[in-house]
DNA sequence: CCAAAAGTGTTATGACTACACCCATGA
DNA sequence: TCATGGGTGTAGTCATAACACTTTTGG
């Protein structure tokens, strides 16, 4: 996050804005992150951040802030928590509204600018390499993204548009942290109705080519059942 | 929500605080407000609330504005939402971190300060009674609170220590807004190991006497099955 | 003895889990 | 023709949902 110096000085705590982008890069879930700037966070990574100024809502911040720090727009997003507590950044009070966001990673590599930007493998994430309160904010936002993954048919915003039913679950087994059966996962998602085949396969491989499915509806779902579980 | 009068004119937003307090009473599902004080509120109802000062933690801020707003200190509390859009207070830019709280009446009614605050039933809470956003703001709340019912042992805050099934399922009854299988629910709960019984029963009705039953766990817990359904 | 709420089981249906082999393709 | 990932079905177990009567008490 980084920050400008003056508004310390005023009697209230200065509000800013954190985003937690997730994405699968190399099969492992990453968090993107920027490399710190100001006298706190030298040498260390911060989330993309920034301050919320006066009239501007949280979404607008949101989108402003993300363009500004990264380059990306138009990104899927949920607000995540409030971390007010005093002492989280060492210059002065700062209260800062965290979202999280996700990108597939094809996305992501076409609209940041790679020299500025970190893509860091979850477990690698740590106090010793983030700045402030990051590392734990991190932390609090893969627990979230778990329990959206099992509930709701948010996956869809971390996959390209079509995908195959091995990378669907392959998105759900990194996340988890744990392999599922695959005639279990097909039966169960399938079952669900929130995706359909498109009629295309991949045929990049060299080997049989996998069927490509889309979700069938855009926006966020919640699940009467649980979605995954095995 | 209250909020001191100067300090709109600085040039970044004001950070505030307001709680959306549930409570049953007479069999309602029912939101504490207190009478709103200031010109935009004058006449109708608003969320207890204040603003952060610098350097104070939003659990802080939380115990110092539930205290001098209702009383109340020490109810079971979790943050639900950060609202900051630009026009929801006409005086100014202010973006409210929400809590929402639960509270059992007969604690509510021990603590307040009965002339100051009122227990709004959530049917009757409309933009033509409340102040701001803050109707809009107990309905996102109200559906927080289903969710958690339905999936953690958060009902124990909203009851009393001891309780008989029939008081436990008409606290789902009226948060849920649906009649439940008494059978089913007995079943169900007491299979999920949440409560015991305390030996004791109710005597205070002319009928059968009830047994009473406490939660096992005071802390909030995850269920890996849903609760209830039905 | 009556009114009212407390308390209690069974059955049918659907979901979950575990598990192993054949198929289609490009090299 | 082979190596690789794609694709498929069944059976046992467990959770869910629907449903009605007997018990206990105070008045």
Chains 1, 2 share one sequence.
Not at 7 to 27: C, H, K, M, N, W
Not at 75 to 101: C, M, W
Request: glycine share 6%; proline share 3%; with cysteine.
């Amino acid at each position: 996050m980084e920050r400008t110096p003056n508004i310390f000085e005023l009697s209230i705590p200065v509000l800013a804005l954190d985003v937690v982008i997730f994405t699968i890069y190399q099969g492992a879930l990453c968090a993107v992150s920027v490399v710190g700037s100001n006298i706190v966070a030298k040498g260390k990574s911060v989330l993309p951040g920034g301050v919320v100024t006066n009239g501007e809502s949280l979404e607008e911040a949101f989108d402003r802030i993300l363009l500004q720090t990264t380059g990306l727009k138009g990104i899927y997003k949920e607000q995540l928590y409030t971390f007010g507590n005093p002492g989280r950044d060492s210059r002065g009070h700062v209260v800062s509204v965290v979202y999280y966001a996700l990108v597939d990673y094809l996305s992501l590599a076409s609209q940041i600018d790679i020299s500025r930007i970190l893509t860091t493998p979850i477990h690698m994430i740590s106090t010793d390499t983030f700045a402030y309160d990051h590392a734990e904010i991190i932390t609090y936002a893969k627990k979230r993204l778990e329990w959206k993954l099992e509930y709701t048919n948010v996956a869809q915003n971390i996959l390209h548009e079509s995908f195959t039913l091995t990378a669907l679950q392959s998105i759900y087994e990194v996340i988890f942290e744990r392999v599922l059966d695959k005639r279990n996962f097909r039966k169960k998602i399938l079952a669900l109705g929130l995706i359909q085949e498109t009629g295309e396969t991949d045929k990049s491989s060299s080997r049989r080519p996998a069927r490509l499915y889309s979700f069938v509806d855009t926006e966020l779902k919640m699940l009467e059942k649980r979605e995954i579980t095995m």
